[in-house]
């Protein structure tokens, strides 16, 4: 592959525009087998200070077009990652960007304090839409003055680029994008899951130990496009743009609609060789359709709209 497929979001540089989503590759270690070529960065499973058991389960439930997850954040916390998790991720060959979640901006600024002194640490995202928490997650990303508190003091405690990640769980997806654009997020992610709910019609019973869930996969990319689209008209910052991505077809739709790179959450836990082809094929659908420079494709909706 000769094609120069990087991409400049703020000050992040990344090899090629496809991520991975947080929570939906672990750590990354054990998925970098299944890659022969390498996204240009792994986010990584969200992180708290202190170590989260998560929600009861189960805590997965399929649905037609999606599936529905109530993990509650399950994560080693801060040390155990530093001393046990951190020791895998030294040699692997692409930015990591950290996910973080707290119960209070206090958490969030000691998270992204600490994280961004880690050399293998590329930058952080602030999880400000987790739905499967009770406290902090999306309390802080519904609100813009309370979103525009907690991603300033991330940016004032971190050294390394700040992303912020909204949740779709709102009325105007705009107000929060711009207030999380005046603390000085380097970039905005979008979409977290949608909140949602399965019964189970034999026992009557909700599917889900925490009753609702997170919904993701093909069932949501719609969604994420209008609102990438929407986010776009109104922000300087760069998006990454995420909900349902499967192949090709889609991540080039996601960039028309103003996104400057793409996420794989669920069609990576569907197969895990899905974000290392999707950089194969970005690379050969320019060829296919004589696009010199890729970046091209970025806003193309917006432009013709
Ligand atoms: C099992 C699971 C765990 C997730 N955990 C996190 C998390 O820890 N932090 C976060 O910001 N998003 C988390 N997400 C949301 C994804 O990163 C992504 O935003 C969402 O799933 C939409 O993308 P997709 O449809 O490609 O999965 C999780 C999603 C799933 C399915």
């Keep these: 592959m000769s ?5 400049k979001l703020g000050r992040l540089i990344l090899k090629n525009p496809i991520l991975t989503a947080s929570g939906t590759c672990g750590f990354g270690y054990e998925l970098i087998p299944f890659l022969q070529e390498l996204p240009g960065a792994i986010v990584l499973k969200g992180l708290t200070l202190e170590e989260r058991k998560g929600n009861p389960t189960p805590r997965i439930a399929e ?3 999606g599936i529905l997850n109530s993990i509650g954040l399950q994560n080693p916390g801060l040390r155990q990652f530093k001393e046990d998790v ?3 991720l030294c040699n692997i060959n692409t930015c990591l960007i950290a996910n973080i979640s707290g119960n209070t901006i ?3 600024g000691i998270l992204a304090e600490e994280l961004s002194q880690l050399p293998e640490i590329s930058a952080i995202e602030v999880n400000i839409s987790c739905p499967n928490v009770k406290k902090g997650g999306i309390v802080f990303g519904t609100d813009p003055k309370e979103a525009y508190k907690v991603v300033r003091h991330v940016v ?8 912020a990640k909204l949740s779709p769980n709102v009325t105007d997806i705009r107000e929060i994008a711009l207030a999380v654009e005046r603390a000085g997020a380097d970039a905005i992610s979008m979409i ?5 709910m399965k019964i189970d019609i034999k026992t009557g019973r909700p599917a889900l130990g925490n009753i ?3 919904l993701s996969g093909p069932a949501i990319r719609p969604i994420a496009v209008r609102m990438v689209y929407q ?3 109104v922000v300087k910052i760069p998006i990454i743009g995420m909900g349902g991505i499967r192949n090709i077809e889609d991540v080039v739709e996601m960039l028309m609609a103003g996104a400057s790179a793409v996420a794989i959450g669920t069609g990576t836990m569907i197969d895990p060789t899905l974000p290392s082809r999707l950089v194969r094929d970005l690379d050969e659908y320019c060829k296919q359709n004589n696009i010199t420079d890729w970046k091209d494709i970025i806003g193309l909706a917006l432009r013709r709209s």
């Design 63 to 65: 649905t037609p077009a």
């Design 106 to 108: 206090e958490e969030y």
């Design 231 to 233: 986010t776009a008209q």
């Design 212 to 214: 609702m869930g997170g």
């Design 156 to 163: 004032e405690k971190s050294t390394v680029p700040v992303i």
């Design 192 to 196: 977290n899951t949608l909140l949602g």
């Design 3 to 7: 094609r120069d497929l990087s991409i």
């Design 86 to 88: 951190l020791p895998k």
